[in-house]
């Protein structure tokens, strides 16, 4: 698979185009999924290729698709299920983050509920240990389990306020190239 990057000035809004060439059809699709067309994956070269090439970028900045191909693969896939397929890969792949950042959330609010409560387990021994002994060694141990539920705290954080954030740049580099247009041209 031939890549090249171009830009062009349309109507003075700059477009930039997203070009792929190919030899025959298998190079754009996986080989081994037996789905028609529009079902069918992408090959992974050719999907990240797309993504990367969309990623790197601002999401405003106005993109195009164009794949350039030999006219005897014309017969074997028209334009338009060429653009459904593309179109139907990202749009699946836009699902799919959608579901993992549901996940992530979930995973981040089951895992601060384990942390706070071991927290509070902590800071309840601490007190307790306070209230029983004066020594170095308790002193000491009151700091670590303080310490040691706070950090126990630091996953569950993590995953609530940072965690989630690159699937969501995903979904909507996935989201942009869904509704991209895509070119077919013949060489």
Not at 163 to 185: A, G, Q
């Amino acid at each position: 698979m031939d890549e090249t990057n171009a830009s062009m000035n349309v109507s003075n809004e700059k477009i930039r185009l997203i070009e792929i060439k190919i030899k025959k059809t298998n190079q754009l699709f996986n080989s081994l999924d037996p789905s028609p067309f529009l079902d069918k994956d992408l090959d992974d070269d050719a999907a990240d290729y797309i993504y990367s090439s969309v990623a790197e970028h601002h999401l405003g900045l106005k993109q195009k698709i164009i794949i350039h191909m030999p006219k005897s693969q014309q017969k074997k896939i028209s334009e338009v299920e060429i653009r459904r397929a593309i179109q139907h890969y990202f749009d699946y792949k836009k699902t799919l983050c959608e579901k993992n950042i549901r996940l992530k959330i979930r995973e981040g609010q089951f895992s601060f509920i384990v942390g706070l409560s071991f927290l509070a387990f902590c800071l309840i021994v601490s007190n307790w240990i306070l209230r029983h002994y004066d020594s170095l060694f308790s002193n000491i141990l009151v700091e670590g389990l303080f310490i040691g539920g706070w950090v126990a705290m630091w996953k569950p954080i993590s995953n609530i306020l940072y965690d989630w954030w690159p699937l969501r740049k995903e979904k909507k580099i996935c989201d942009k190239i869904s509704t991209m247009h895509v070119e077919v041209k013949h060489y």
